[in-house]
């Protein structure tokens, strides 16, 4: 049986080949996150605008397996934007999806734009 995890692979913006809409940025909180599906994917997406940026990662929370990331809080660590599980506060950047307490767990981060008002992550397929 594959990982759930295993769906899951961060994408740089040079590795992107679909570029799919989510909504409209009035659609997403602000600094804040809300989920989106693409395919079977859970996709957190966060409008964070006391750094004026949009981020986008795995929903699924790598240590309990749940799909919460989307809930979790948003902030700042040493210049780094994270996003705090809701449920066990493992901290996570949202540039590089690296684990900020340098334990072994990773998540899934995508490129996201902004054209004419309309939010859109980046994936490979």
């Not at 659609?27 to 599906?37: H, L, T, V, W, Y």
């Not at 004026?52 to 902030?75: R, T």
Request: glycine share 6%.
């Amino acid at each position: 049986m594959e990982n759930i995890l295993d769906q899951y692979k961060t994408v740089t913006e040079q590795n992107v080949k679909v570029w799919f809409q989510v909504g409209t940025t009035s659609d997403f909180p602000e600094n804040s996150g809300a989920c989106i599906k693409y395919k079977t994917k859970q996709i957190a997406v966060y409008n964070f605008t006391r750094k004026a940026k949009w981020y986008a990662c795995q929903n699924l929370c790598p240590h309990k397996m749940e799909m919460v990331l989307s809930l979790g809080m948003i902030g700042d660590k040493e210049g780094v934007a994270k996003v705090a599980c809701p449920m066990h506060k493992k901290n996570f950047s949202l540039e590089d999806g690296s684990n900020l307490a340098g334990e072994d767990l990773k998540i899934a981060v995508y490129p996201v734009k902004i054209e004419n008002e309309n939010v859109y992550i980046g994936f490979e397929n």
